[in-house]
């Protein structure tokens, strides 16, 4: 092709230099346009050859269904709503969604673009970000701030949050759910005795002996010290008052490496009763595990 005279050199500069940054962003950069129609396509896309490759650019340009469906199942109905939204009050389209690469791998893009009436469409100008190394390094932060150190079981923080998720799924669906509240008997003692580091090693055992005693959909927590917390979606108090009996057995029929029968264990237990606030359930359960102390300890006592 015979060069453009009619471009000045400063100009083809600029191009050339726009063309190699473009090329070489972390990420893409776009145009998306909707027609009245509800039809999608990229009239023009730049960047990051792993999120699109060259081939399909063009495709993209008359069709963009080939890409969308690439999104997940899960986030497509979102960015869809989303997209109708940003078009419909022309405010900036923005969320993050997961890709399905060609090679099977999945990426998380963040998308941004602001939306502007053209040809009868809508027309976004935008940026996408493969943010998946981002949301990998939030996820394990949220998990660290979820768990106990010592146990890896949940944390007090996690389990309220748990909590209050299940309370509205018993008001929703008016399933039954239990709370169990375990505490350590004389664990003092044990410290003072065997030493702190055999007392971790005690909380570890338990943590485990907890998991090892419940369902899989049942979350064990440790609420700091020798507490433990217990929580049961989907399980009224007939079926729980065995449960937190077969546990209490197996805490004192095992041997914490100090000798059987030398850990036990008190526990109190509740149902949510609807309508109840969350602080409440849990007072009840903790009055439970009060009067299991008082009478004697080693015991499961479920206050009303
Ligand atoms: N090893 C160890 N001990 C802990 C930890 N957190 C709390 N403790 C100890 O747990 C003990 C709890 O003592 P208390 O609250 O008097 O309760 P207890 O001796 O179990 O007596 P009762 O609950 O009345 O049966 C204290 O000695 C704490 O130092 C921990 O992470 N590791």
């Not at 080939?66 to 419909?88: C, G, N, Q, T, V």
């Not at 949220?142 to 890896?152: A, I, K, N, V």
């Not at 998991?211 to 729980?240: K, N, W, Y």
Request: with cysteine; aromatic share 6%.
């Amino acid at each position: 092709m015979p060069a453009d005279d009619s471009v000045l050199p400063e100009t083809k500069e600029s191009l050339e230099q726009l063309k190699l940054m473009t090329e070489r962003i972390p990420g893409m950069i776009f145009q998306l346009f909707r027609s009245a129609s509800g039809q999608l396509r990229f009239p023009y896309l730049a960047g990051n050859a792993t999120l699109v490759r060259e081939g399909e650019r063009r495709l993209l340009a008359d069709d963009g269904s080939y890409a969308f469906e690439r999104i997940d199942a899960e986030d497509f109905p979102r960015l869809m709503a989303a997209i109708e939204r940003s078009a419909k009050s022309l405010t900036p389209l923005a969320m993050q969604f997961q890709l399905h690469q060609p090679c099977g791998e999945v990426r998380w893009i963040s998308v941004r673009a602001q939306p502007e009436w053209r040809c009868g469409g809508t027309l976004w100008h935008g940026l996408m970000m493969d943010v998946s190394e981002q949301v990998a390094h939030e996820a394990h932060l949220r998990e660290l701030s979820d768990t106990d150190e010592l146990t890896g079981l949940a944390n007090r923080r996690k389990l309220m949050c748990r909590l209050d998720e299940e309370i509205s799924s018993a008001r929703r669906h008016g399933s039954p759910l239990s709370l169990m509240l375990l505490d350590l008997d004389h664990f003092k003692g044990i410290n003072d005795t065997w030493g702190h580091l055999q007392g971790d090693q005690v909380l570890e055992d338990l943590a485990r002996l907890c998991q090892q005693q419940l369902r899989e959909e049942d979350i064990s927590a440790r609420l700091g010290g020798e507490e433990f917390a217990m929580l049961l979606p989907v399980t009224p108090l007939s079926h729980c008052l065995p449960l937190a009996e077969r546990l209490r057995k197996a805490i004192a029929a095992y041997d914490f490496g100090i000798g059987q029968g030398k850990v036990t264990a008190s526990i109190g237990i509740a149902e949510y009763r609807l309508g109840e606030p969350r602080d409440a359930f849990i007072e009840r359960a903790d009055r439970g595990l009060y009067a299991a102390k008082h009478q004697g300890r080693n015991r499961v006592v479920s206050e009303p």
